[in-house]
């Protein structure tokens, strides 16, 4: 707890505090209740790491952070659990063409993914599982399966039988056809029709022998099974891997609305099939992002990166605040315009934030956290959330002093990083070869400066740490590093 502000105190309110979600799966909004009383166990469809998340996967994990950091703020005990898909049809094709391991490819574009994360000041979860460690839950949870006579053999690999499965397709709003006949190896597909999927895939032995290439990558990523030698399917390892931290019905499973058919659909065919029992309470979906009105995707070639953000001017934070503009379920429409208006939105809120400086103690706001609260609380409403935020900063009524404990209290929902503020000085910067962008970030700090406005430059040093440079100050003045 920083020295220069007290918690208001509201754990009386707290106990009448909830929480409504809405439910993918009922098609409304619910109010949640744990399966433990103060307890919360999240599972968060994580990337498949065969390239860079492009700025539309990555609107999905600040999303799921939110999730966690509301609950938090709701003084649940959190555990979240992402999945790193590093075995598919994906990793092993990108491994092939570029003729390494498999293991190789993926841990090159888990650690990009990660260090995206980090920049968006996403938390990292709790447990972040990889698929290629737990195979031996899936082999299990495919055995089961096939004991139960949900699951059979084809010459080609294991395949769920959906015929046999009740309220199949329920999530996505599906008609399940009254016999399925028909198969599908492919771990993605788009076509409505339900058809049986691959839970594991058979080694093709002769595929591995003809090509070198091929050799590399799909021979690192074969394993031994009771059923047969070969890898899993993509839909098996979020059910192996969710069960295994967080038991065999979970709280809260989110994702993007793509995955809902049929990724989603097929996790709770093969979960319930194997269980008996509900698999997910609570299923939380986002929107996608859209360019020019059409769905961001690599597929589609319109997608960028965090990186390209970069280069046009725009920190990973100030995207994130763009984020939280818009509520988590609706589509949004990217504009570099947009953005970066964001970004200035962002810049006077980390003046706003360091007029408040105060050597004395503050006390958060009971009023304004009350609203807060309820906004965050009704389907997680950042917008309603920003707009507390706004009518806090702007109430003539409360101290700095206040106001600066309310606004750090909101960010731990919000996760804006407005409390590396209280890092930062008023030290001179020296620039030497640096991106156009930071420079022009340097020259107008430099220019507040001379202007002895100390809140802008401060707030733009703050915009230059968070595009990933330290300012470090010297005898001689201060220079900018590249952050390791």
Same mark, same amino acid.
């Given at each position: 707890?920083?020295?220069? =502000?007290?918690?208001?105190?509201?754990?009386?309110?707290?106990?009448?505090?909830?929480?409504?979600?809405?439910?993918?799966?009922?098609?409304?909004?619910?109010?949640?209740?744990?399966?433990?009383?103060? $307890?919360? +166990?999240?599972?968060?469809?994580?990337?498949?790491? =065969?390239?860079?998340?492009?700025?539309?996967?990555?609107?999905?994990?600040?999303?799921?952070?939110?999730?966690? #950091?509301? @609950?938090?703020?709701?003084?649940?005990? $959190?555990?979240?659990?992402?999945?790193?898909?590093?075995?598919?049809?994906?990793?092993?094709? #990108?491994?092939?063409?570029?003729?390494?391991?498999?293991?190789?490819?993926?841990?090159?574009?888990?650690?990009?993914?990660?260090?995206?994360?980090?920049?968006?000041?996403?938390?990292?979860?709790?447990? &972040?599982?990889?698929?290629?460690?737990?195979?031996?839950?899936?082999?299990?949870?495919?055995?089961?399966?096939?004991?139960?006579? /949900?699951?059979?053999?084809?010459?080609? +690999?294991? =395949?769920? *039988?959906?015929?046999?499965?009740?309220?199949?397709?329920?999530?996505?709003?599906?008609?399940?056809?009254?016999?399925?006949?028909? #198969?599908?190896?492919?771990?993605?597909?788009?076509?409505?029709?339900?058809?049986?999927?691959?839970?594991?895939?058979?080694?093709?032995?002769?595929?591995?022998?003809?090509?070198?290439?091929?050799?590399?990558?799909?021979?690192?990523?074969?394993?031994?099974?009771?059923?047969?030698?070969?890898?899993?399917?993509?839909?098996?390892?979020?059910?192996?891997? *969710?069960?295994?931290? &967080? +038991?065999?019905?979970?709280?809260?499973?989110?994702?993007?609305?793509?995955?809902?058919?049929?990724?989603?659909?097929?996790?709770?065919?093969? *979960?319930?099939?194997?269980?008996?029992?509900?698999? $997910?309470?609570?299923?939380?979906?986002?929107? /996608?992002?859209?360019?020019?009105?059409?769905?961001?995707?690599?597929?589609?070639?319109?997608?960028?990166?965090?990186?390209?953000?970069?280069?046009?001017? %725009?920190?990973? &934070?100030?995207?994130? =605040?763009?984020?939280?503009?818009?509520?988590?379920?609706?589509? %949004?429409? /990217?504009?570099?315009?947009?953005?970066?208006?964001?970004?200035?939105?962002?810049?006077?809120?980390?003046?706003?934030?360091?007029?408040?400086?105060?050597?004395?103690?503050?006390?958060?706001?009971?009023?304004?956290?009350?609203? @807060?609260?309820?906004? !965050?609380?009704?389907?997680?409403?950042?917008?309603?959330?920003?707009? %507390?935020?706004?009518?806090?900063?702007?109430?003539?009524?409360?101290?700095?002093?206040?106001?600066?404990?309310?606004?750090?209290?909101?960010?731990?929902?919000?996760?804006?990083?407005?409390?590396?503020?209280?890092?930062?000085?008023?030290?001179?910067?020296?620039?030497?070869?640096?991106?156009?962008?930071?420079?022009?970030?340097?020259?107008?700090?430099?220019?507040? #400066?001379?202007?002895?406005?100390?809140?802008?430059?401060?707030?733009?040093?703050?915009? !230059?740490?968070?595009?990933?440079?330290?300012?470090?100050?010297?005898?001689?003045?201060? !220079?900018?590093?590249?952050?390791?």
């Amino acid at each position: 707890m920083s020295r220069l =502000y007290r918690l208001y105190d509201f754990k009386d309110s707290m106990a009448k505090t909830e929480i409504y979600l809405y439910n993918t799966l009922s098609g409304k909004k619910e109010l949640f209740k744990p399966l433990k009383a103060g $307890v919360v +166990g999240i599972y968060n469809c994580g990337p498949t790491v =065969y390239d860079t998340a492009h700025i539309g996967n990555l609107r999905t994990f600040v999303m799921d952070d939110i999730v966690r #950091r509301v @609950f938090e703020y709701n003084e649940y005990k $959190v555990t979240q659990v992402m999945n790193l898909t590093d075995v598919d049809d994906k990793t092993i094709r #990108r491994a092939t063409d570029e003729g390494i391991p498999l293991g190789d490819l993926t841990r090159r574009y888990e650690k990009a993914f990660l260090d995206d994360i980090h920049a968006l000041n996403i938390q990292t979860p709790h447990s &972040l599982l990889r698929a290629t460690e737990n195979i031996d839950s899936m082999i299990v949870l495919i055995s089961t399966l096939i004991e139960k006579g /949900f699951a059979y053999k084809a010459n080609d +690999g294991v =395949y769920m *039988s959906i015929e046999k499965v009740k309220e199949y397709g329920a999530l996505a709003h599906l008609a399940k056809a009254k016999e399925t006949k028909s #198969r599908v190896a492919n771990d993605e597909y788009d076509k409505e029709s339900p058809q049986d999927f691959a839970l594991w895939k058979f080694e093709d032995e002769g595929e591995i022998a003809s090509n070198t290439r091929t050799s590399k990558a799909i021979s690192s990523s074969m394993w031994n099974a009771p059923f047969g030698r070969g890898r899993p399917g993509w839909h098996i390892e979020c059910s192996a891997m *969710s069960m295994k931290v &967080l +038991g065999e019905t979970i709280d809260i499973h989110t994702g993007a609305s793509d995955l809902i058919f049929p990724h989603h659909t097929n996790e709770i065919a093969q *979960s319930e099939s194997a269980t008996g029992k509900p698999f $997910v309470h609570y299923w939380i979906h986002g929107g /996608f992002m859209n360019v020019r009105d059409e769905k961001m995707a690599k597929s589609k070639g319109n997608f960028l990166k965090l990186a390209d953000l970069e280069s046009a001017g %725009v920190s990973p &934070l100030a995207f994130r =605040y763009w984020l939280l503009t818009a509520h988590y379920r609706a589509p %949004v429409n /990217f504009t570099e315009d947009a953005v970066k208006a964001a970004q200035n939105a962002f810049i006077r809120l980390a003046e706003a934030f360091i007029s408040c400086k105060s050597d004395q103690p503050g006390t958060i706001d009971g009023k304004h956290q009350e609203q @807060f609260l309820a906004a !965050i609380n009704d389907d997680l409403n950042m917008p309603e959330a920003i707009a %507390v935020v706004w009518s806090l900063v702007k109430d003539h009524h409360l101290s700095p002093a206040d106001k600066r404990a309310t606004l750090l209290d909101f960010d731990r929902v919000l996760g804006l990083g407005l409390s590396a503020v209280d890092e930062l000085d008023d030290s001179p910067v020296s620039i030497e070869n640096l991106p156009p962008e930071i420079f022009a970030l340097s020259e107008a700090r430099d220019e507040a #400066r001379a202007d002895k406005d100390w809140q802008k430059a401060d707030a733009l040093r703050l915009e !230059i740490e968070s595009r990933g440079y330290d300012v470090k100050d010297t005898g001689d003045g201060s !220079i900018l590093k590249k952050k390791k």
